[in-house]
């Protein structure tokens, strides 16, 4: 019906004020509607907080008895966390039928919640908008079905492809409106990554300053160790988390310990004899983390591994309009990696490809 494709789009959009505030759980909005008018809505704002659905039934204007709530998600019946489940509620509030985009594909939901519903003898219907839904909450999804997070690689480039005219210095390549573009992918990611040598090169603080946002949590693959205290990441603890990824055979204690007492976590994994670490390792640590979504900045040996692994779900590539002529090759790959491009815009002078798997 279309009234419920109009209120389920309303949920989306609700669900969109928790982007970058939620995670490891799922974005959701709730819309109450009765005698063909919205009387309640509300959305999941903080991890650890009430659920969409409560905040609808507690910000609705009259009783909700009677009245059919929309959900992009299927209400949880479990109590496995920090937060009540919603089912009871809905049946305490006597709502008389539930409109859902999605099922939750947690084993702890996954139908359970409609189930319990359906047994109380309230009316549900699901897989409204099913496939936006799902983009919508893709990150979350694909953690809860492959336990790894989400994975976005971005680079920006010349049109020679190469994304540094020299190893000593950062090159700045694009524009400050595909700048606002990587500090929202910054903000909605729980994690940004960068490889040692863009720690050296760039310096850079790796937070988000120019879209209104929350940092993500930086996540340093420095495999031999050899990256010092003085770079801001590491020094800028109280604006963002730092994480440090080492080799297990080049990690020292004393050096853990020294970067530990700034505030810092290091993780140190197997690796090859070059201190380089398997890319599965690492994202197997991640979701152990409970990190649903990471977004990868650079650089060139860090973008080779995940996609000659084939790794990733969504590249994203900035090209400047500039010939650098000599430089850093954007990727130094053994085999072709054949892409599909999933949309070409323009962005100020720069090109975004948005490229899926």
């Known amino acids: 019906m279309e009234e419920n494709s109009k209120y389920i789009k309303r949920c989306f959009t609700l669900a969109e004020k928790g982007v970058g505030f939620v995670s490891p759980n799922p974005l959701v909005g709730a819309v109450i509607v009765k005698d063909d008018k919205v009387i309640g809505e509300g959305f999941h704002q903080k991890y650890g907080e009430a659920h969409a659905e409560v905040n609808a039934i507690e910000n609705s204007k009259e009783d909700v008895a009677g009245a059919t709530l929309f959900c992009n998600l299927e209400p949880c019946v479990h109590d496995k966390k920090q937060t009540p489940p919603c089912v009871p509620l809905i049946i305490e ?7 859902i ?7 702890e939901v996954n139908g359970k919640g409609v189930d319990a519903l359906k047994k109380i003898g ?14 919508l909450n893709k990150f979350y999804f694909k953690f809860i079905s492959q336990k790894q997070p989400y994975i976005t690689l971005k680079l920006a480039q010349s049109i020679d492809g190469k994304i540094s005219a020299s190893k000593k210095e950062q090159t700045w390549l694009s524009g400050p409106e595909s700048k606002k573009i990587v500090h929202q992918f910054r903000h909605s990611h729980d994690v940004v990554m960068v490889g040692a040598k863009t720690i050296r090169t760039d310096n850079p603080l790796l937070t988000v300053r120019e879209v209104k946002g929350r940092n993500p949590i930086r996540v340093i693959l420095d495999g031999k160790f ?19 990824i080492v080799a297990e055979n080049f990690s020292g204690k004393k050096k853990i310990k020294s970067f530990e007492a700034r505030g810092i976590k290091v993780f140190p994994l197997k690796s090859d004899r070059d201190g380089k670490i398997n890319i599965t390792d690492i994202l197997k640590l991640l979701a152990e983390q409970k990190i649903t979504s990471l977004f990868v900045e650079g650089g060139q040996q860090v973008f080779s591994q995940f996609l000659e692994a084939n790794i990733w779900d969504e590249l994203f590539i900035f090209q400047s309009p500039r010939i650098l002529g000599q430089g850093i090759n954007s990727f130094e790959l053994n085999n072709a990696v054949p892409l599909k491009i999933h949309e070409v815009s323009k962005t100020g002078d720069d090109i975004l490809f948005h490229i899926i798997r």
């Not at 985009?101 to 084993?107: G, T």
């Open 93 to 99: 509030k006597k709502i008389k039928k539930v409109v």
């Open 101 to 107: 985009s999605n099922l939750d594909p947690n084993p």
């Open 122 to 135: 309230i009316d549900v219907e699901t897989g409204i908008l099913e496939e936006e839904g799902k983009e």
């Open 226 to 244: 050899l990256l010092s205290h003085s770079y801001k990441v590491f020094n800028t603890n109280s604006e963002a988390e730092t994480w440090l």
